[in-house]
């Protein structure tokens, strides 16, 4: 079947713009995550769906971040008035149910100028 | 707060042989899961192998085995008969949306 999908695969911005990201999970998954990761580092934990809310966004950086699944499916994670800190991967991953094994989508590489 | 720490920022191995990656993690809970996941340089996270904590048997998945020391704290990941194929960086999580900052592994011919 099919695995996350997110688009765009790269997006090139200028600061100040604003920007949205998509995940597309496998189906019948109900959990949803969006990482950050910059070059050389591991995922770092910005936002976790459970259905359609958030259960946990704990990890998102600022009020320029924000999420939305609103039917439980797809997700997009948009980003206010972009700055050159915001370049990196952004990665989602979804699960059957919460702590299952994540599978990852190939990511979308934001570059802000 | 969970941490997640991997020592090994790169490991080299021979083809055929045997290589063990480190990691060490901190939770409070009882019950967690613990996870290994491949990036290679196609950035598509795979995952290699995943092990449940409350259970004392070491999850082995074909070549690829851990060594879950649930005291410690130590969750460390053997390749056996490396391939080229594993060239990759390798990073260590806890299922609290933690992960390590990775290893880079690279198999020589």
């Known amino acids: 079947g099919a695995g996350v999908s997110q688009t765009p695969s790269n997006k090139v911005t200028e600061k100040g713009k604003y920007v949205e990201l998509r995940c597309d999970p496998i189906s019948g998954h109900t959990a949803l995550y969006w990482y950050r990761q910059s070059l050389g580092q591991g995922p770092e934990f910005l936002i976790y769906?459970?259905?359609?809310?958030?259960?946990?966004d704990s990890g998102l950086p600022n009020d320029r971040f924000f999420a939305v699944r609103p039917e439980g499916s797809v997700s997009t994670l948009k980003i206010q008035r972009t700055e050159r800190g915001d370049s990196a991967v952004y990665l989602c991953?979804?699960?059957?149910?919460?702590?299952?094994?994540?599978?990852f989508g190939p990511g979308t590489r934001l570059t802000v100028l | 707060a969970q941490t997640v720490t991997q020592s090994q920022p790169e490991m080299s191995v021979q083809e055929a042989e045997t290589v063990t990656l480190s990691c060490t993690y901190d939770?409070?809970?009882?019950?967690?899961?613990l996870f290994w996941y491949k990036q290679p340089p196609s950035r598509q996270m795979i995952l290699v192998i995943r092990q449940e904590a409350y259970k004392q048997q070491n999850a082995t998945e074909n070549r690829f085995s851990v060594n879950f020391q649930k005291a410690a704290k130590s969750f460390s990941l053997k390749i056996s008969d490396s391939q080229l194929g594993d060239t990759a960086m390798y990073f260590c999580a806890c299922d609290k949306l933690i992960f390590g900052t990775g290893t880079r592994l690279q198999v020589f011919p």
């Open positions: 991953a979804s699960s059957l149910f919460p702590t299952d094994t994540q599978y």
């Open positions: 939770t409070s809970e009882n019950n967690y899961y």
């Open positions: 769906f459970q259905g359609t809310g958030a259960a946990d």
